[in-house]
């Protein structure tokens, strides 16, 4: 999935800020709720680590990335391009928008901790930039997407599946965009009209972005090819 995603040289800055934000937020200690979250980790990786439990296709876990993370593989775990845009946009255009990364939802999620506070954030910040650290990063997507929140009786990927009767290890695109909205919105018990168009609509953005990547990375290799003379 890596090559997918990385289409040329990061820039610098993205790199200097990434590695500031990496180190200042190493010097929080939050030990208790790190042993905390490790416990949690392993808890869900063992379970998903059964043969017997189907693991999240790889094409819904790009989707996950192109629509909650898409600098996914360029940040320590933390995005600070995407934490300085969402409090640009909270402060001074009056929308909340979170900025959080997989690694930090996945921190939120396994915690259970929602309350929207300044001292909740800075919490998940630390132990999202912890957790990278030691969680390779190719598991995280999956592992997420294992225990996130979807609606209703949909706690998980598998039950997620099984309420909107679809088969875990065989979802088309089109079923994968649709779990994957609804991370944004969450589908109520009884969900509304508003709530379908909301879950149509970013579904139709995740696909779009999906292609718009996989189009962009044939060409970059293509291109690849014909300067080594491959083609």
Request: aromatic share 8%; with cysteine; glycine share 6%.
């Amino acid at each position: 999935m890596r090559g997918f995603f990385c289409r040329g040289p990061v820039p610098n800055f993205v790199d200097l800020m990434s590695s500031i934000c990496e180190h200042f937020v190493l010097f929080w200690n939050h030990k208790n709720k790190w042993e905390e979250l490790k416990l949690q980790i392993d808890e869900a990786r063992n379970k998903y680590s059964s043969n017997n439990t189907p693991r999240p296709p790889l094409h819904l876990q790009a989707l996950l990335i192109v629509g909650e993370d898409h600098r996914f593989y360029h940040h320590p775990g933390v995005d600070p391009i995407a934490l300085c845009r969402a409090l640009w946009r909270t402060v001074i255009c009056g929308r909340r928008e979170g900025g959080s990364t997989i690694a930090m939802q996945l921190t939120r999620v396994l915690l259970g901790r929602f309350e929207k506070t300044l001292k909740r954030k800075c919490l998940e910040i630390n132990l999202a930039v912890r957790l990278s650290r030691v969680v390779p990063k190719e598991e995280l997507p999956s592992l997420y997407l294992s225990v996130a929140y979807y609606g209703w009786k949909m706690n998980g990927y598998l039950q997620a599946c099984n309420h909107l009767n679809l088969n875990p290890e065989s979802i088309t695109l089109q079923d994968a965009a649709n779990i994957v909205a609804r991370l944004k919105y969450p589908e109520s018990r009884r969900i509304s009209d508003k709530r379908k168009n909301q879950i149509k609509t970013r579904s139709l953005y995740l696909i779009n972005r999906y292609e718009k990547i996989r189009v962009g990375h044939r060409l970059l290799s293509n291109r690849r090819k014909l300067s080594d003379g491959s083609i």
